[in-house]
């Protein structure tokens, strides 16, 4: 379990750990801690938004330092999914030649693109963020990766080959599935406890995006990938923080 927890941290983010075996044994419950290093990133997210209000720092410059802390904590892993995703979706390409370009490290004009939306929308949403949504944001980190965990042991892998190819057939899958199952109840549970019923707005969202990564895995790529999985946790952040602020605004607005 140690090794697990070590692998996952290792592999998913730039926290420092030591050294360990990366056999297929010790990669057999990694995908259990992946969701941790979201609460990882919620606690320095909620750590900083405190700190900013403290300061009196202005929302551009404290938005500003939110949209960061994450990528600084997994080193850019999961957005370098979400561009090769663009390039390759935007290409219209055969399943064959889309499953190439996701292994391209050439960066394309949708990429770049991709990544200039995704950033200007992610800031303005984050710049919207209060003391109602933010306990409720710092929660979509860990949402956006017990998603992404269950896809892994439970859609068909699009290659042979691969770091999350190795992870999902080195995983006691049913032990994950239902450690993730788990997880999105009890998050669930805390998330309608520390927003009332504005909760229910990520966890649609969240679930919506899932479905949309299902649907579109299976369509254009025959299955999942790293990338892809990167591509959905990225992409599910944005559409919680999207839809959080702007569903307190409705609400605010019809109340």
Not at 31 to 45: E, Q
Request: charged share 15%; hydrophobic share 50%; glycine share 10%.
């Amino acid at each position: 379990m140690y090794h697990s927890f070590v692998i996952a941290f290792s592999m998913f983010s730039k926290i420092p750990m030591p050294r360990c075996d990366w056999s297929k044994e010790h990669m057999n419950y990694s995908m259990c801690f992946l969701p941790w290093i979201g609460a990882v990133m919620g606690g320095l997210l909620f750590g900083w938004y405190q700190l900013a209000v403290f300061l009196g720092l202005t929302p551009w410059l404290r938005a500003a330092l939110m949209v960061l802390i994450p990528f600084w904590v997994t080193g850019g892993i999961h957005m370098d999914g979400y561009l090769d995703t663009a390039d390759a979706m935007a290409s219209w390409q055969p399943r064959e030649r889309r499953l190439e370009i996701l292994k391209d490290s050439r960066t394309g004009a949708f990429a770049v693109m991709a990544c200039a939306v995704y950033f200007l929308l992610l800031f303005a949403a984050e710049t919207q963020v209060d003391e109602r949504t933010l306990p409720l944001l710092c929660c979509v980190f860990f949402l956006s990766r017990s998603l992404a965990a269950l896809g892994v042991v439970s859609l068909p892998m699009a290659r042979k080959e691969g770091s999350v190819t190795t992870l999902s057939e080195g995983s006691r899958k049913k032990i994950v599935q239902g450690t993730m199952a788990a997880y999105l109840l009890l998050l669930a549970a805390l998330m309608v406890w520390l927003g009332g019923a504005l909760a229910l707005i990520p966890l649609v969202a969240g679930a919506a995006t899932y479905g949309y990564y299902v649907w579109k895995c299976g369509k254009y790529f025959g299955g999942t990938t790293g990338d892809l999985s990167g591509y959905f946790i990225t992409l599910c952040e944005l559409v919680c923080a999207l839809a959080l602020v702007l569903g307190q605004a409705l609400l605010l607005r019809l109340g």
